[in-house]
């Protein structure tokens, strides 16, 4: 309860300001609708919306296991050679400065505007980057006697990665995560924007907009802001299934 109910109360007062605020004031749609008129929209659109967030969803969601394991294995290599290491993070580095706005144009002028890999690529480089660095930290933060411990035993380098560092690494890999969940489903959005095929959530915002129904725009962003909580509660929820069990004790016979 006191997890939840702050941040419920906060939002039901939040939409009555809303509320409030646009009929009182009789603000015009087009610079903010009311939350009755979002949701009537919302229920009048109903199929569609959920047809733009399952478009949008996958391809967050191919991005988001691309990136993920794309920005594992580097960070492994990484960890296991240097050479590697000092190749790649000058590469997420600069991945990651790279603007979606400009990447997005960019991969549909490279690859075919009648498929889905250009949003696709766009979400995975987006992802890369945070997995990339979380898991790389979490890697090299693992205590010097359980390596030198599982090298006595005659462990290999890989044995000793997948047996000690990868388990140590699992907070600094969801924390990795977390950032890069929602981060999927914006990067999906906004390379919608850059033409390809419109049905998902970007191209039906920009549309809407365009036709000034701005209640069904808002609808749209509605369903995006719901995709990208989606995304970060089943990363939770992962975290939560592969945290290990604490030992707080054993009782004798």
């Known amino acids: 309860m006191k997890v939840w109910v702050p941040p419920i109360v906060v939002g039901v007062v939040a939409l009555a ?17 009311a939350p009755s008129a979002i949701a009537a929209a919302i229920g009048d659109n109903g199929h569609s919306i959920v047809e733009a967030a399952l478009a949008t969803g996958g391809n967050a969601l191919v991005g988001l296991v691309a990136g993920a394991v794309l920005g594992i294995v580097a960070a492994a290599l990484a960890v296991r050679f240097a050479p590697v290491d000092g190749l790649l ?9 790279v603007p979606i706005v400009a990447l997005a144009p960019l991969l549909n002028s490279m690859y075919s505007t009648t498929t889905d890999l250009p949003r696709r690529l766009v979400a995975t480089i987006v992802v890369f980057f945070p997995v990339y660095v979380s898991t790389l930290k979490g890697l090299r933060q693992v205590p010097r006697v359980h390596a030198d411990l599982m090298t006595a035993y005659a462990a ?13 690494a699992l907070p600094h890999l969801f924390t990795g995560l977390r950032i890069a969940a929602p981060g ?8 919608e924007y850059f033409g390809g ?12 907009a365009a036709n ?12 995006a ?18 945290r290990r069990p604490r030992i707080t004790g054993w009782r004798t016979k």
Do not use: C, D, K
Not at 89 to 97: E, I, Q
Not at 213 to 218: D, G, L, S, T, V
């Open 17 to 33: 300001l809303w509320q409030l605020l646009t009929v009182a004031a009789g603000l015009p749609s087009f610079l903010l609708p």
């Open 89 to 97: 993070g000058p590469l997420s580095a600069a991945a990651a400065a």
């Open 156 to 168: 290999t380098g890989w044995q000793i990665t997948r047996t000690v560092r990868l388990p140590a």
């Open 184 to 191: 999927a489903v914006i990067a999906a959005l906004i390379a």
């Open 197 to 208: 095929l419109q049905h998902g959530l970007g191209s039906r915002i920009t549309s809407a």
């Open 212 to 223: 000034t129904a701005y209640p069904r725009a808002w609808a749209y962003v509605t369903a």
């Open 225 to 242: 802001m719901v995709l990208g909580l989606v995304f970060l509660a089943a990363v939770l929820l992962l975290e939560r299934l592969t």
